[in-house]
């Protein structure tokens, strides 16, 4: 893996609780903000999520 480059969205969601101090309760920034999507959003997200 190179430095500085995230390669799934879990990666962002470690970056930002273990370097950034985002609430590990919350699941990081991009879970975060993955929820407050509109519902019809989360199943293109979910679809592409599953060919991971």
Do not use: F, K
Request: charged content about 15%; some cysteine; glycine content about 8%.
């Amino acid at each position: 893996a190179q430095q500085g480059a995230c390669y799934r969205e879990s990666d962002i969601d470690l970056l930002s609780v273990e370097a950034l101090g985002y609430p590990r309760h919350s699941g990081g920034a991009h879970r975060q903000a993955t929820l407050a999507q509109p519902a019809s959003d989360t199943s293109s997200t979910t679809a592409r999520n599953a060919h991971s």
